[in-house]
């Protein structure tokens, strides 16, 4: 049984920024893949809910024909079609991170440099469902579990 003494000690111990990086990092995946996936791959919008002009559509395109297309319109093999989220280096290296009150996302140096010139910075980021996703289904359930084992 936890007493009132040990419940204030025990919450001496909580330290929410710590915690909230340690529940980024474990679920990193899931979060770029918010950014990476859902946004850009399925979406093809950025972090402000603009469309990405022909990005996701020109990529899938490729990847939906029967047969499969290469980019002059030839026939390829569906192993060797041309889309970023399979293929490209940029965003396999997709991670999360915490800098100070905020959560950032980004890819390499080189994938950022390309993503962002072909595009803009916002392509990095959370649409607001997104951001809310990120708060209320995968940090604060977690947060709630992490501290209540610190509590008690």
């Known amino acids: 049984m936890v007493t009132v003494v040990d419940f204030l000690d025990n919450l001496k111990m909580v330290d929410v920024k710590s915690i909230t990086e340690t529940i980024i990092s474990e679920n990193e995946h899931e979060i770029v893949d918010l950014n990476r996936y859902d946004q850009i791959f399925v979406k093809g919008i950025d972090a402000d809910g603009r469309s990405l002009a022909n990005y996701a559509p020109a990529t899938q395109g490729i990847y939906d024909s029967d047969p499969p297309l290469d980019l002059f319109g030839e026939n390829k093999s569906t192993a060797q079609t041309y889309n970023m989220f399979w293929t490209g280096d940029s965003y ?54 992490k501290i209540r084992g610190i509590l008690f």
Do not use: C, M
Request: no cysteine; aromatic share 10%; proline share 4%.
């Open 92 to 145: 396999h290296a997709f991670r999360a991170y915490v800098k100070g009150d905020k959560l950032y996302i980004t890819t390499s140096p080189r994938g950022r440099k390309l993503l962002i010139q072909n595009h803009n910075d916002s392509i990095f980021g959370l649409v607001t469902e997104n951001q809310e996703k990120v708060n209320y289904e995968i940090i604060a359930p977690r947060l709630n579990e």
